[in-house]
């Protein structure tokens, strides 16, 4: 289905309001030029190409170099048992310096910035049938009526409670799903690319 007008003008606030910048690719260059050094960022210009998702990425990473701090991109990255990925142990800067692809930078530009909005995933949980979150089971250590945080997609969240059902301790979701804001920025800036407002 083809993208409203209003959804177009909707997605572009949220770019602005969340970056301070237009959606364009200019305008994120810049961003990214005050942040980091020229040499990053070119490397980051050179992963990313023209494709759409690989600049809602760049989108993504300004952002969370924004709410974590330089530290963020310079240190050694460690996710948490739910968030860790094989290639974890260097850090953003020394990773597009390798050959891994540019979605490893995503996955941790989401879920960094996830674990820094709400408590660190205490396990992970599919969303997709009622059956797969009956079968969850609540984190060890957890009493009934405990709130917990789980994981269901990368820099995607959702607020659990915990519950006794026939003497197992599983998990029931009575809140809405939540999206990180960098997930909400890579979305954002990926929809208004393939509308073809975005542009350099």
Request: proline share 6%.
């Given at each position: 289905?083809?993208?409203?007008?209003?959804?177009?003008?909707?997605?572009?606030?949220?770019?602005?309001?969340?970056?301070?910048?237009?959606?364009?690719?200019?305008?994120?260059?810049?961003?990214?030029?005050?942040?980091?050094?020229?040499?990053?960022?070119?490397?980051?210009?050179?992963?990313?190409?023209?494709?759409?998702?690989?600049?809602?990425?760049?989108?993504?990473?300004?952002?969370?170099?924004?709410?974590?701090?330089?530290?963020?991109w310079r240190r050694p990255r460690t996710?948490?048992?739910?968030?860790?990925?094989?290639?974890?142990?260097?850090?953003?800067?020394?990773?597009?310096?390798?050959?891994?692809?540019?979605?490893?930078?995503?996955?941790?530009?989401?879920?960094?910035?996830?674990?820094?909005?709400?408590?660190?995933?205490?396990?992970?949980?599919?969303?997709?049938?009622?059956?797969?979150?009956?079968?969850?089971?609540?984190?060890?250590?957890?009493?009934?009526?405990?709130?917990?945080?789980?994981?269901?997609?990368?820099?995607?969240?959702?607020?659990?409670?915990?519950?006794?059902?026939?003497?197992?301790?599983?998990?029931?979701?009575?809140?809405?799903?939540?999206?990180?804001?960098?997930?909400?920025?890579?979305?954002?800036?990926?929809?208004?690319?393939?509308?073809?407002?975005?542009?350099?």
């Amino acid at each position: 289905m083809p993208m409203t007008e209003e959804s177009r003008r909707e997605y572009v606030e949220f770019v602005r309001r969340t970056l301070g910048i237009e959606p364009t690719e200019q305008a994120l260059f810049d961003r990214l030029r005050r942040q980091l050094p020229a040499e990053d960022v070119e490397r980051l210009r050179v992963l990313a190409g023209r494709r759409p998702s690989g600049i809602a990425t760049l989108a993504a990473v300004s952002l969370a170099i924004e709410r974590l701090g330089l530290d963020w991109w310079r240190r050694p990255r460690t996710g948490s048992e739910v968030t860790r990925t094989k290639e974890d142990g260097v850090s953003p800067v020394e990773l597009i310096r390798g050959e891994e692809p540019l979605s490893t930078l995503r996955t941790w530009a989401v879920e960094d910035v996830a674990d820094d909005e709400w408590p660190p995933a205490a396990g992970f949980v599919d969303i997709n049938t009622q059956r797969a979150v009956n079968a969850t089971p609540a984190p060890s250590g957890s009493t009934p009526g405990d709130h917990v945080t789980f994981s269901w997609d990368a820099g995607c969240r959702v607020l659990a409670v915990v519950e006794e059902r026939d003497g197992f301790l599983g998990i029931t979701i009575p809140g809405q799903l939540l999206y990180s804001v960098a997930e909400e920025v890579w979305d954002s800036w990926y929809r208004v690319t393939e509308s073809g407002i975005a542009t350099s």
